[in-house]
C-alpha cells in the first residue's frame, strides 16, 4: 500500500548549521510532495511544495529536492534559527485529493 | 493567504458525551474539507474526505456511524465524534480544498485537542 518514512524520527542542529531532513515514499503514481512544520498544539504549516516533473526546489532559505529513481524527498534548511525547531512532516499525493503523511521528524535546534 | 478555523480548540468531556467541532475556511470556498486525527507524537491520520452536499467518505478502519461528518456549506464542516470514550481523546485537525487545480492545496486548521475524561 501506500506509504511514506522519514529515516530520521529526531534530529538535533546547533543554530547556524544547515539542516536535511530526508523523506522516503513508496508510491511511485504520486506526483506532488508538501512538506509541513508542525509547531506543538498547532496545526501543520505549508513550507514548500515540489511536482514530479522537478527535481529540485528552493524557497526562502529552504530547499526541496525530490529524486524519483530512488523515490527520496528531502528538505533542506540553510542557517537554521531557534524558531525551526518544531515537527516536519512529508506528504504525498498521487491521482487524487488526498494526502498521505510520513511520519515526522522533530528537529530541535540549540542556540 | 487562505485561512482555516476551527472551533473550539480545546474540549474536555466525559464518556459516553458527544462533541462537535467545527472547521471554517474564512475567506475562500472549500469544494473538499479534511477530518485528520493525530495521537501525541504521531503523523497525521486521514480519518475522511467530505464534499460540500454529500456524503462523507471514510477512510478504512474509521466508524462512520461514530464520527459524524457534516459538509452543509462551502465554508463549514463538522465533526461529530458521537459516544466519546478516553480512545477518542485525540487532536483533530481539518484541512479545506478550493479544488483549484493542478495543485488542490490543502490549508489546515489550527486543531482541536479533544480529552474524554
Redesign the interface.
Known amino acids: 500500500g501506500e506509504s511514506v518514512g522519514l529515516h530520521l524520527p529526531t534530529l538535533s542542529v546547533q543554530e547556524g548549521d544547515n539542516s536535511i531532513i530526508n523523506c522516503a515514499y513508496s508510491n511511485s503514481a504520486s506526483d ?1 510532495f508538501i512538506w ?1 512544520k508542525q509547531e506543538s ?6 513550507i514548500i ?1 515540489i511536482r514530479s516533473n522537478m527535481d529540485k526546489r528552493q524557497g526562502q532559505r529552504v530547499t526541496v529536492l525530490l529524486n524519483k529513481t530512488v523515490k527520496h524527498l528531502s528538505l533542506q534548511i540553510a542557517a537554521t534559527q531557534p524558531g525551526d525547531s518544531a515537527v516536519y ?1 512529508c506528504a504525498e ?1 498521487g491521482g487524487s ?8 521528524t522533530k528537529l530541535t535546534v540549540n542556540p | 493567504g487562505a485561512v482555516v478555523s476551527q472551533h473550539p480548540s480545546w474540549v474536555i468531556c466525559k464518556s459516553g458525551t458527544s462533541v462537535k467541532i467545527e472547521c471554517r475556511s474564512l475567506d475562500f470556498q472549500a469544494t473538499t474539507m479534511f477530518w485528520y486525527r493525530q495521537f501525541p507524537k504521531q503523523s497525521l491520520m486521514l480519518m475522511a474526505t467530505s464534499n460540500e452536499g454529500s456524503k462523507a467518505t471514510y477512510e478504512q478502519g474509521v466508524e462512520k456511524d461514530k464520527f459524524l461528518i457534516n459538509h452543509a456549506s462551502l465554508t463549514l464542516s463538522t465533526l461529530t465524534v458521537t459516544s466519546a470514550h478516553p480512545e477518542d481523546s485525540s487532536f483533530y485537525i481539518c484541512s479545506a480544498s478550493s479544488g483549484a487545480v493542478p495543485y488542490n492545496e490543502q490549508f489546515f486548521g489550527p486543531g482541536t485537542r479533544l480529552t474524554v475524561l
Open positions: 506532488y509541513y498544539g498547532k496545526g501543520p504549516q505549508f511544495d512532516f499525493s485529493e488526498k494526502l498521505v503523511f510520513g511520519k515526522g
